[in-house]
């Protein structure tokens, strides 16, 4: 998808401000950095602990591959300000409406045959770290698009407050998800939730390596 340079210029100038934040105030650490495509269709799948995940997850891919765009679906209401709207969108970010929203299913399957996408699978934020169930759904768009899906693990972060220094967090990718016998399975709900559900567990291992 075409970005313009100048648009690619005030992600990367927002980026290294929120940077200074997470990683010279505070201690946030990224760990498998080596496991994120340069190129192709990414789904980056992460558990929801914190506000703080929709701007860290962007400049934790950013520092490995800079200038690109994360997109993100997000909930409809966030652009009802148009000032906030213009700026989510510079960002990567585009409105979602609650239920089935064809249009932009549409445009997140278009996007993940070429771009990063950054979603969160159980579909609502968990703020004592839990991880919860994912969601059906995000099995089907895997099953339709079949983009490299990185599970990302998030953990820490809850316990952060803004303004605060010496917070400490982590950002997990673990390496792509293997789906390839889940794919040949027929296109039902059965198997959508078994993709999903090979989707948590390798989040949730994420997880477990970082509370060893």
């Known amino acids: 998808m075409h970005v313009s340079i100048l648009r690619r210029c005030w992600v990367m100038f927002a980026a290294g401000l929120i940077a200074v934040y997470a990683f010279v105030c505070n201690r946030l650490k990224v760990v498998g950095g080596e496991h994120l495509p340069e190129e192709g269709g990414v789904l980056l799948a992460?558990?929801?602990i914190s506000g703080y995940d929709t701007v860290f997850l962007p400049v934790a891919v950013l520092r490995r591959h800079p200038f690109q765009i994360v997109w993100a679906p997000a909930k409809e209401e966030l652009f009802q300000n148009r000032l906030m709207g213009a700026l989510y969108r510079s960002w990567g970010a585009f409105p979602v409406k609650r239920g089935r929203d064809l249009r932009a299913?549409?445009?997140?399957?278009e996007l993940l045959q070429s771009e990063k996408v950054m979603l969160f699978p159980e579909g609502t934020r968990h703020r004592d770290g839990q991880l919860g169930k994912g969601n059906r759904g995000v099995g089907k768009l895997i099953y339709e698009h079949r983009p490299t899906v990185i599970p990302t693990a998030l953990s820490g972060i809850n316990r952060w407050r803004f303004p605060g220094f010496g917070q400490r967090g982590t950002i997990r990718f673990g390496a792509p998800v293997d789906f390839s016998d889940?794919?040949?399975?027929?296109d039902c709900k059965q198997t959508h939730l078994l993709i999903v559900e090979r989707l948590m567990a390798a989040i949730a291992a994420g997880l477990a390596t970082d509370l060893q």
């Open 182 to 186: 889940l794919l040949q399975l027929e």
């Open 105 to 109: 299913g549409k445009y997140l399957g």
């Open 46 to 48: 992460a558990n929801h």
